[in-house]
Nanobody, 113 residues
């Protein structure tokens, strides 16, 4: 399993970012995917999930209505569109499969004025 996250950066409150996660080494098109984040000094928390077809999604309450998870099975890529960003969204963001033990390097998102 290889997961490569990208798209993070520094953004002002209220801004937007689109994260990408390129996956390889497993049957991506038949595997549910998850976005997690680890805020400074905290554990890694689930942010959003998507079924392998993309027909079902789920979000932690704190991001509902602001974040959208999607996937492109032809490109083996899962995305996280983040709008109306808040300082409390600052974290390193990771993608993974359910129960996955191998992690990518993550991508840093910093929301600050």
């Amino acid at each position: 399993v290889q997961l490569v996250e990208s798209g993070g950066g520094l953004v002002q409150p209220g801004g937007s970012l689109r994260l990408s996660c390129a996956a390889s080494g497993f049957a991506f098109s038949t595997t549910d995917m998850i976005w997690y984040r680890r805020a400074p000094g905290k554990g890694r928390d689930l942010v959003a999930t998507i079924s392998f077809t993309g027909s079902r999604t789920g979000y932690v309450d704190s991001v509902k209505g602001r974040f959208t998870i999607s996937r492109d099975n032809a490109k083996n890529t899962v995305y996280l569109q983040m709008n109306s960003l808040k300082p409390e969204d600052t974290a390193v963001y990771y993608c993974n499969i359910p129960g996955g033990i191998y992690w990518g390097q993550g991508t840093q998102v910093t929301v600050s004025s």
